[in-house]
């Protein structure tokens, strides 16, 4: 159990293309988000579907891999640990992010899709 203390597993769609950054070092990061959906029937059996947004991120050859083969839209299966930072905006606010760092990525979907 000890691994499982900050895992995260999630199956969705990309809502973007990943937006590429490669630092002065050559290290390549990919910033990108993933809409997961739930679906469920209310009291009157109308069937609801939430859904939910969430922002990943990858480093190094995941990067890689997520600027050559992901695209907005596409179906993917990932695996990472959530990451919680505070910073500054603009205007001096403080805010707060919680993103999902990737260590594990999985293209789904048939080729036909693409």
Known sequence: MYALKNKVQLIG???NSPEI???DSGRKMARFSMAT???YR???GERITETQWHN???WGKLAD???RFLAKGKEVAIEGKLINRTYQD???NKRYSTEIQVNELLLL???AAD
């Open 65 to 67: 891999i997520a600027e």
């Open 13 to 15: 769609n990309l809502g």
């Open 56 to 58: 990943l991120i990858a």
């Open 42 to 44: 209310n009291a009157e």
């Open 109 to 111: 979907g048939s080729k």
């Open 37 to 39: 959906n739930e679906s």
């Open 90 to 92: 603009r205007e001096g």
């Open 21 to 23: 950054r490669t630092f």
